[in-house]
């Protein structure tokens, strides 16, 4: 049990802590909002006049301010990445709760959303009390005109009103078009609508400037519930403290709690809050942003391009000042073939002190890829005559990136497995193809590379690496290095590695799906008392399983820590 | 670059609207304010336009994405042929609903959301896209080959156990080999 416990501890204390420090000092300023404006001074006249409203709309409007400055941080995606890199700096706790980021983007999205609604919810009720407790004492505080306005007028007519309303239908087309399956199936117009944030950023600067609510500013002078001296107001207080006119101004000074105003109540309005929780974060990421645009407008070299079994294409390219880390991605963008998309490729090579060029592996799957594929490789059936020197123009490629993902974590454990399925194994065979140059540096001690596939002819993509490491390690004297396990899940017939080279491949290749709970219980057993990095790149149905095994493995001692790879 | 599929979009505002359409109309009818017969109209056109677009359309292309017990609201809305497979009809229709809301406080959001819906269906009409139901898929049975249903009744002819016997002094003639070659391990 203590050991369950520990397992589930490693690998998901961190976010539920995050998640716990963020729900707390969320409710905290709620309820600090919700008080000041119950019980202020400052507040006594507005108070009575829009009651409950008034405390709910202001509470809400502060966790929306919270949220909208930390909305645009997890999406800072360079700044995220040279975090990542600093590993002297952070822990890896910290690192991997940076994996999470697009989780939290999430989360504070709906939390935008729902306090959106409940803040219009409350200045719809404060909009009928403007309207139906107009105020004749204290002029200064009303926004409607006159008594019993119609409240669609005060929403349509002032700068709040109607800057909270085209927020409100921008926040509604964002939401609608960032559910899954949107995202999945139209990727582009989630894209456009999220795009929008700009001009929802702009709008809600101007909403807060507009300024209907109003504090008193001489409280000292004129404390609420005071009495003016002219006249008897009804009105303005209640009615245990009414004085009827007989009472003279001596005896009202007798009695307690009632006292004389020295002067009327003055309101104004407040200093717009918001920009100072947003504009700090919003100047971040647009700066990010330029930095992005600026760092991939010079277009990249295509040294090479190889095509591989099972519609998959190599392209090796060239960018002067390139850096990246195994694990890292790109986006590559093709202006020919489209101008505005930009997808997502992890890097199989990674530039290198003796190769400066950087690669990646394209799976064709999709109208992008197969335009792109037409493009790298004409049709091979025209008949006219190619001169000798013909040049090959390839479309022009702009590379943004790179970015950091889970995957760079895989040299910081002792012992690692990573799990890949199909073309997910992309990022291992970077660190794959970065190990071949060099292992001893790094603190990996043990690399488990498990690796399933639908088709033989997909194992072909890194054959050549995989023998080439096996190898290399076997004369370094490092048998226990590397340890490969291929899994063919297509059943149908008997199939092997036919040639001699890949010799090491063929005794490794397991026909049929891979047990997950035996694989991970021998691994538990070779490295007892260790903590494991167990990384995923595959479809969603292996993930959640790996996960569920890593949050509850027990046995030998061993602590799994699970590293999920995802992009969009 | 691909086709775009504004269908779906507009079904994921529709619900979205008539969900804040009918919260819209209990508020207006629970706190019984000035207009709420329009607040009641509000909750039974929010109902109505949640089980419309509850079962999501088929994908021209692609893997499609029900909704979890979408299958009894399928059914329902396919019954209604071209009233509900075709966009324009929807488009006019969520405009109608829409309308009424308008005149009441509560509901001028949800009035506002499902107008902007009914544009979206518009232009997916225009786009020239249809609903289709997903139906699930009925799997053929499994047909065994030939080969499996008539099991050979004799076992092989083999030679009797005087010849299988793998003499000495006669080793080549024996009656069967190793079926793998015995090497070193790997």
Redo the contacts between chains.
Sequence with gaps: MGLVLRSWAANEAAKHCAVVVWVAVSAWLFWRTFRLFSSGPQYYYLHQMLGLGLCISRASASVLNLNCSLVLLPMCRSILTVLRGTQQVNSRKARRLLDKSKTFHVVCGVSICVFSVVHVCAHLVNAVSFSVRYSDDFPALNVAQHRGQDPRILILTTVPGITGVILVLILFLMFTASSYSIRVCNYEIFWYTHNLFILFYIILMLHVVGGALKYQTNVDTHPPGCIRTNQTNSSSYTSSNQVPETQTKAELKEMPHITVCKEDAHFQHHFPQTWLWVTAPLCLYCAERLYRYIRGSAPVTVVSVIRHPCDVIELRMLKSGFKARPGQYILLNCPSVSSFENHAFTLTACPTQNKETFGIHIRVLGDWTECLSELLFPALNHSEILPIMHQRTYPKLYVDGPFGTPSEEVFNYEVSVCVAGGIGVTPFACVLHTLLGGWSQYRLRRLYVVWVCRELQCFYWFANLLCDLHHKLWEENRPDYLNIRLYLTNTQQLQSFSEERFRPLSSRLLIGRPRWKDIFGEIGQSNQHKKVGVFCCGPKSVSRELHKLCNSFSASGTVFEYNKESFS | ??K???A??AN??AL??GLIYLTGGI?GVAGQ?KGWEYAAFGIAAGVFVCLLEYP?SK?AK??N?ERTGQYCFTVCVKAFGPLTSNYYVRAFLHAALCVPGGFM??T??GC??LG?ASLIYLSAAIHGEHWQPIMPKSEPAKSVTQSIKHPPQNPPPRPPAEMRRKRAEDLESAAYVNPLPVTAN?
């Design positions: 670059m691909g775009i599929e504004w779906m979009w994921e505002q979205a609207s508020v304010l999501r994908r692609g893997t994405y406080l509560a001028v959001l506002v959301c902007m790997e």
